[in-house]
């Protein structure tokens, strides 16, 4: 049985509603009419005889338009533009109940004469609506026949498998939403930056012990069309402008060392001025030249303090990626948190959420704000822990056992398909101390426990975790800036060679306190549906037990010879003499 083109509205209004909605002349309506025409196209005809048709389309255009500007050694690098359209085409056949998605990584074609061709996923950059169809009438065709096939194969393996009947729809039955967002201005003042990139890149030129370094500026802007035979017909913009300083080094026993600052805005005008970017450069310098001469420690099991974003890096890696929904329905996963909802998984005073729709706090944009999943589905806040007890997961329309809806999480980078994933992840606490209470906490624990010495993590680069049932649950982080904290008198002296490792359940669970001060860690999260911005909000916390093990030791020499800019100095040096 055929669903109606538009439980909501019949197509014509919707179109209606749409050119109501911006300029006549606006190419984006021209994008959607020809992408509205190919799917009520398809709907209407597509069905191989003797088959079913499909139940459910979905099209999406994203149309990338990016710059980036990198410099080094006070010279440009790299001066680029560029302009991408990818397209994606969900097609399903069967029903919500029951239908013919699988995970992607078993996703086939089936040819009779032993060749395949793959559609490209790639859209024209000329606003051509019939260019667009075609390329959308091939997508359409190659994922219907592939998911035809595999319906008849699921409906097979379903005759072998027992009858469960908990077992959660396929797909989820979510409104539809129409919205089209006002275009959003995409400025690049590329001499500005260029001027900007030279100047902070040359800063490096006087430290030879500082080997590489590089300064990039970027700007990207995602317009996205999303229309659906449920009636759905979505136009968005986003913005972002990033700039990123990174520097290289090795110690003395050849360890590599690097140090970095980040900023994101969705704006140009965010973007910090000369006078803070050239303060935040020198203090790269002068962390990384201090790393060189720190020592380096043992492996670490004690208590320790996480600045807010390394807490924020902690929390993100530990509970976020296990609170993603379909994590809890794939048995390749190690459902960490499957069945534990109502119960008590972390400290009573931690509360969590998930909350897309937060475009800034306390005056800093947030990365993982957006208005409607790749899914079409209206982006919405997600309690997920309330007062230490787990509440709710993140949710694209996979279903899980007891959560049938979407709660606006499905996410994805380009034409890949979307899976459930964090937006801004905010953590809360009640059990909050100033810096320097936490700090005698972190003393008083450390010599409870008979430590010499606690921990103070205050950078971190990252992480990463395995949540698969294959090996062990984990995860690990790599602190940047780490302190040791003496227990006689409190003397902080850098240290470096560790990284964090543990098992999820045990580090969260370990946390005594927290810091009144939230911080804010922007970036980019990969996982199995790409790479998406994200965000973490956090304060400080203090651990009973984490875990440092040693990093990898470099054994390589640094370069034999001087830098020539250092080289060329060394003259001018000896007749000052």
Not at 200 to 226: C, Q, Y
Not at 504 to 526: T, Y
Request: aromatic share 8%; glycine share 8%; net charge neutral.
């Amino acid at each position: 049985m055929r669903l109606p083109l538009s439980p909501v509205l019949p197509l014509l209004a919707v179109s209606a509603l749409l050119a109501a909605a911006a300029p006549p002349a606006d190419p984006r309506l021209e994008m959607a009419d020809a992408m509205i025409a190919e799917l009520t196209r398809s709907q209407q005809q597509l069905q191989l005889k003797g088959h079913e048709p499909p139940y459910f389309i979905s099209y999406q255009l994203k149309d990338y338009d990016q710059y980036a500007i990198a410099a080094r050694y006070g010279a440009i690098f790299t001066d680029d533009g560029s302009r991408d359209r990818r397209l994606a085409a969900d097609v399903r056949v069967g029903s919500y109940q029951f239908d013919s998605s699988v995970p992607e990584e078993q996703d086939f074609l089936v040819s009779t004469k032993g060749t395949s061709y793959y559609a490209r996923p790639d859209g024209p950059i000329d606003d051509s609506p019939m260019a667009l169809r075609t390329a959308f009438w091939l997508l359409t065709d190659e994922k219907y026949k592939s998911a035809l096939a595999q319906f008849l194969k699921k409906k097979g393996e379903d005759v072998y498998t027992v009858e469960d009947p908990k077992r959660p729809p396929s797909f989820s039955k979510e409104r539809p939403n129409t919205h089209v967002q006002p275009s959003v201005a995409f400025p690049f003042d590329r001499e500005r930056w260029r001027k900007v990139a030279r100047m902070l890149s040359a800063r490096f030129n006087g430290h030879p012990e500082i080997f590489d370094s590089d300064v990039r500026v970027t700007a990207d802007k995602v317009m996205r069309v999303f229309v659906s035979t449920e009636g759905s017909r979505i136009i968005t913009e986003e913005t972002l402008y990033g700039l990123h300083v990174t520097a290289v080094a090795r110690a003395e026993d050849g360890q590599l060392l690097d140090n970095s600052r980040n900023y994101y805005t969705p704006t140009e005008a965010g973007l910090p001025d000369d006078k803070t970017l050239l303060e935040a450069t020198d203090k790269v310098i002068t962390e990384l030249l201090a790393l060189r001469k720190a020592p380096a420690i043992d492996p670490y099991t004690g208590p320790a303090i996480l600045a807010p974003e390394a807490s924020g890096v902690l929390f993100h890696e530990v509970l976020g990626h296990r609170l993603e929904g379909h994590r809890q329905a794939d048995d390749r996963e190690g459902k960490t948190f499957r069945g534990q909802e109502g119960k008590q998984v972390l400290p009573p005073f931690l509360s969590i959420s998930d909350d897309p729709t937060v475009r800034e706090l306390s005056g800093e944009k947030l990365n993982g704000y957006y208005l409607y999943d790749e899914e079409g589905v209206k982006a919405q806040r997600v309690p997920l822990v309330e007062k230490g007890v787990l509440r709710n997961y993140l949710l694209s329309r996979q279903p899980v056992e007891g959560f049938l809806q979407s709660n606006g999480h499905g996410r994805s980078q380009g034409s890949q398909r979307p899976v459930a994933r964090m937006a801004n992840l905010l953590v809360d606490s009640t059990k909050q101390v100033s810096d320097e209470e936490l700090k005698r906490q972190l003393i008083a624990e450390a010599k409870r426990q008979g430590k010499p010495y606690g921990l103070i993590i205050r950078d971190i680069t990252g992480g990463n975790t395995n949540t698969s049932s294959y090996g062990y649950q984990a995860f690990k982080g790599v602190p940047r800036m780490v302190f040791r904290v003496d227990v006689r008198d409190g003397k902080e002296t850098l240290v470096r060679g560790v990284e964090i490792v543990g098992t999820p359940l045990s580090a969260v669970n370990r946390i005594l306190a927290s810091g009144s001060r939230q911080g804010v860690f922007n970036g980019f999260c990969g996982a199995e549906s790409g790479m998406v911005p994200v965000s973490t909000v956090a304060p400080a916390m203090l651990l009973q037990e984490i875990e440092l093990q040693r990093t990898m030791e470099g054994k390589d020499r640094p370069p034999i010879l001087s830098s020539p800019s250092a080289a060329s100095r060394q003259p001018e040096a000896k007749k000052q003499e």
